[in-house]
């Protein structure tokens, strides 16, 4: 006979496995969305101004503000979140996009392929540090900010 309260236990973390996969798929949905926002700015950018990395600052600061809104609302749906740590984690995300693309321009002479690398890159590393410092779930496992 098995004991009901490990069912319990086994079920709670399938519930939880199951949530946190549907959070990621969310993420890479409205990533992705993002990502084409993001990369026509920058693209645009690229076309009229002739400087990828001034093309890249712009399209950085715009799309901070467009995916802030994506993310909170459709991705983590946090009804309270802390601006200053996600300012703080676009950043940390700037500067390891800004690096990733200087070290990917070294080896492609493309500015829209280099943009493009970094830009996947940085995806992948940003979803763990939102999930981790802004938009993080409550003691209580609710959405939002743990406090």
């Known amino acids: 006979m098995t004991d009901p309260g490990k069912n319990n236990v086994y079920l709670a973390r399938m519930m939880s496995i199951i949530t946190r996969f549907e959070q990621i798929a ?3 949905g409205v990533g992705i969305v993002n990502s084409i926002f993001g990369f026509t700015l920058y ?3 690229v076309y009229f101004i002739h400087n990828r990395f001034i093309a890249q600052i712009c399209s950085h600061v715009i799309g901070t503000a467009f995916n802030y809104f994506m993310f909170r609302r459709h991705v983590f749906r946090s009804h309270d979140s ?3 740590n996600y300012i703080m984690a676009y950043a940390f995300n700037y500067l390891l996009g800004l690096s990733t693309l200087w070290l990917v321009s070294l080896a492609i002479s493309s500015p829209y392929i280099a943009g ?6 940085t995806a992948f590393v940003n979803y763990f540090v939102l999930r ?3 938009f993080r779930h409550r003691d209580d496992g609710t959405p939002g900010v743990a406090r």
């Open 26 to 28: 969310r993420y890479y």
């Open 43 to 45: 693209a645009i950018f």
């Open 82 to 84: 802390r601006i200053v």
């Open 116 to 121: 493009l690398i970094s830009l996947i890159f």
């Open 132 to 134: 981790r410092f802004v």
